[in-house]
């Protein structure tokens, strides 16, 4: 089992920045595939960004991609995601998920809430 811990939520103003964090328990954690995703008030949750094994990283599309970016630490067993520019839009509940081998492991969020 797994274990992935979110922090880093909290109020910003629209235009503003905020770092979420991802600290997972995982031992072999330079081998897993982390994903950010978010789900906001009466929406799916959705695929915000992926950072592969291999430190490649993808985004669910232009426009995250020119504002956010994933990283990972793999000596601190954690990911990183720094959303700049943020907006009223961006609001949600932001989940890390950890996948390997078919198997799929999940936080239990942090809440961003961008004020205008």
């Known amino acids: 089992q797994v274990r992935l811990v979110e922090s880093g939520g909290g109020g910003v103003e629209a235009g503003g920045s905020r770092g979420l964090s991802c600290l997972t328990s995982?031992?072999?954690?330079?081998?897993?595939?982390i994903n950010w995703y978010r789900q906001s008030r009466g929406k799916e949750r959705e695929l915000v960004a992926t950072?592969?094994?291999?430190?490649?990283?993808?985004y669910v599309n232009s426009v995250v991609k020119v504002r956010f970016t994933i990283s990972r630490d793999n000596a601190k067993t954690t990911v990183y995601l720094q959303m700049n520019s943020l907006t009223p839009d961006d609001t949600a509940i932001y989940y890390c998920?950890?996948?390997?081998?078919?198997?799929?492991?999940w936080g239990k969020g942090t809440l961003v809430t961008v004020s205008s």
């Open positions: 995982a031992t072999t954690f330079s081998l897993y595939e």
């Open positions: 950072i592969s094994a291999g430190a490649n990283t993808n």
């Open positions: 998920c950890a996948n390997r081998l078919g198997y799929a492991y």
